[in-house]
T-cell receptor
Framework: DADVTQTPRNRITKTGKRIMLECSQT?????MYWYRQDPGLGLRLIYY???????NKGEISDGYSVSRQAQAKFSLSLESAIPNQTALYFC??????????FGDGTRLSIL | AQTVTQSQPEMSVQEAETVTLSCTYD???????LFWYKQPPSRQMILVIR??????QNATENRFSVNFQKAAKSFSLKISDSQLGDAAMYFC???????????FGKGTRLHILP
């Protein structure tokens, strides 16, 4: 089983819909992250959490919200999806001073 | 603010040859990490190599090695004996020590020619 699991793997939805992307991990890491990847732009940080009670905005948090339900679970929500939020979304986890481990990504298409 | 620049959007190399991917970064900090991540068509993000800025010795992982030039803020990746499985997007990345947030470059797509 994967250490960092993202669901769904792919999702197509319509403008205006509420979307939740989920991430769970079995690595026991305190730190979790959400990134967005767009062609030609690399990965950009949306939100990050260093423990269950700690949530921080990243570079591009507008239009997104997150919930850290437990140490192992970190969800990303798009309250009202718009087409320019079409992207590949990655969840990652880490311990302090250690490299991040990434999930396999969720490809989200908003029509 | 820290930035990471990869000036080569695409590169090609013949199988079994050596290729070097370039990366420069900008920071005023002295204690940080640098990374190279590989993203194959399967879209996984795979850590290839990590360099700690306070270590002068260049990191090496099998056929992958880096040339870390701290004063020049340069961090290139050399792939020796290129294999078809090395075909991927490669991202250079930076993280401030103790912060753990990663700043990524825009990537270099590497093609391996048989």
């Amino acid at each position: 089983d994967a250490d960092v699991t993202q669901t769904p793997r792919n999702r197509i939805t319509k403008t205006g819909k509420r979307i939740m992307l989920e991430c769970s991990q079995t690595k026991g890491h305190d730190r979790m992250y959400w990134y967005r990847q767009d062609p030609g732009l690399g990965l950009r940080l949306i939100y990050y959490s260093f423990d269950v009670k700690d949530i921080n905005k990243g570079e591009i948090s507008d239009g997104y919200s997150v919930s850290r339900q437990a140490q192992a679970k970190f969800s990303l929500s798009l309250e009202s999806a718009i087409p320019n939020q079409t992207a590949l979304y990655f969840c990652a986890t880490s311990d302090r001073f250690q490299p991040q481990h990434f999930g396999d990504g969720t490809r989200l298409s908003i029509l | 603010a820290q930035t990471v620049t990869q000036s080569q959007p695409e590169m090609s190399v013949q199988e079994a040859e050596t290729v070097t991917l370039s990366c420069t970064y900008d920071t005023s900090e002295s204690d940080y990490y640098l990374f190279w991540y590989k993203q194959p068509p399967s879209r996984q993000m795979i850590l290839v190599i990590r360099q700690e800025a306070y270590k002068q010795q260049n990191a090496t992982e099998n056929r992958f090695s880096v040339n870390f030039q701290k004063a020049a803020k340069s961090f290139s990746l050399k792939i020796s004996d290129s294999q078809l499985g090395d075909a991927a997007m490669y991202f250079c990345a930076y993280s401030l020590h103790g912060d753990d947030k990663i700043i990524f470059g825009k990537g270099t797509r590497l093609h391996i020619l048989p």
